[in-house]
């Protein structure tokens, strides 16, 4: 018996090695992606994709998401690394309980929110370039921040999906219970 417990528990090991693998793969991945594209377009400088409604055009957002708030870099960086740690703490202390979808689309939030904490402590301020002209109330991104915008909508659509099949299930139940009372 202790051979298979043995045996098992290597097969765990094994299993959140592999699962750590990949998820430092897409964080880092997704930071090169996101820094190269970056450098890329510092570059380059602004470039009209779509005539009316895409642009490529550098932004210098010293504040926070969407250029709400003041111009504290610190207060940014600790803020948003005191976020990415506690999301790495609950991917790393739920382990058991998180599938490795929902690992997944975290890594994508904390590989975005890293990028753009990369880009303040050396910038001093976060590089946007992506701009739908066509669209006057949406603000000027980068791919970090589609990285997190996905992770978060990704998570979201998880929680309601699990929350809807609990609701069924205990519908379902409901309906057992009660039509086993008739009885």
Request: hydrophobic share 50%; net charge positive; with cysteine.
């Amino acid at each position: 018996m202790k051979e298979e417990e043995k045996l098992s528990s290597e097969k765990k090991i094994k299993k959140l090695k592999k699962e750590t693998i990949l998820l430092l793969s897409i964080i880092i991945m997704i930071i090169l992606i996101d820094q190269v594209s970056k450098i890329i377009i510092q570059k380059i400088g602004q470039v009209n994709l779509v005539e009316g409604i895409l642009n490529l055009e550098i932004i210098q957002n010293k504040k926070a998401a969407y250029g709400i708030g003041s111009n504290s870099t610190i207060m940014y960086v600790v803020s948003n690394v005191i976020i990415l740690g506690i999301i790495c703490k609950f991917i790393t202390t739920q382990n058991q309980f998180v599938d490795r979808k929902l690992k997944i689309f975290l890594s994508f939030i904390v590989a975005g929110g890293s990028s753009n904490v990369i880009d303040r402590l050396l910038r001093g301020y976060v590089t946007e370039f992506i701009h739908f002209t066509a669209f006057t109330n949406l603000p000027v991104f980068n791919l970090a921040d589609i990285f997190v915008l996905v992770g978060w909508i990704a998570i979201a659509a998880i929680f309601a999906s699990f929350t809807i099949k609990e609701w069924r299930s205990k519908e379902r139940e409901k309906i057992l219970k009660d039509e086993s009372k008739k009885e």
